[in-house]
Nanobody, 122 residues
Framework: QVQLVESGGGLVQTGDSLRLSCEVSGRTFSSYGMGWFRQTPGKEREFVAAISRVGTLQADSVKGRFTISRDNIKNTVYLQMNSLKPEDTAVYYC?????????????????WGQGTQVTVSS
C-alpha cells in the first residue's frame, strides 16, 4: 500500500509563493512517477506537473512559475509555486504511479493524497 500526505497549502496574496510537499510511504519511491493535480468545485481534476526518473512535465498554465522536484532520501516530492494568481486557487493533490509512468491524465496514477488547499486572494 502506498500512502501520500500533502502539506504546505495556505491563504496568500497575488504574487506570493508557496511550496507544497508530498510525503510518500513507498520504499521504492525513487522509481515512482509523481504528479501534482488541482481541482476546484464543479471542475474536473487538472494536471499541474509531474516528475519521473527521466524528466518532468508542466502544464502550460504554470510554466515559468511552478517547479516540481523530489528528494529521494526523504521520499518527498515538492511543488514550488511562484507568482501565484487567483486562478491558481484550488485543492492540490499529489499522485503516484509505482511503475514510474507520468502522463497528463489522472488515469495513469494509482495512488492519491487527500489534498491541500491553496487560496490566492486578489
Amino acid at each position: 500500500q502506498v500512502q501520500l500526505v500533502e502539506s504546505g497549502g495556505g491563504l496568500v496574496q497575488t504574487g506570493d509563493s508557496l511550496r507544497l510537499s508530498c510525503e510518500v510511504s513507498g520504499r521504492t519511491f525513487s522509481s515512482y512517477g509523481m504528479g501534482w493535480f488541482r481541482q476546484t468545485p464543479g471542475k474536473e481534476r487538472e494536471f499541474v506537473a509531474a516528475i519521473s526518473r527521466v524528466g518532468t512535465l508542466q502544464a502550460d498554465s504554470v510554466k515559468g512559475r511552478f517547479t516540481i522536484s523530489r528528494d529521494n532520501i526523504k521520499n518527498t516530492v515538492y511543488l514550488q509555486m511562484n507568482s501565484l494568481k487567483p486562478e491558481d486557487t484550488a485543492v492540490y493533490y499529489c499522485a503516484a504511479n509505482p511503475a514510474g509512468l507520468i502522463k497528463f491524465s489522472t488515469a495513469f496514477y494509482s495512488y492519491w493524497g487527500q489534498g491541500t488547499q491553496v487560496t490566492v486572494s486578489s
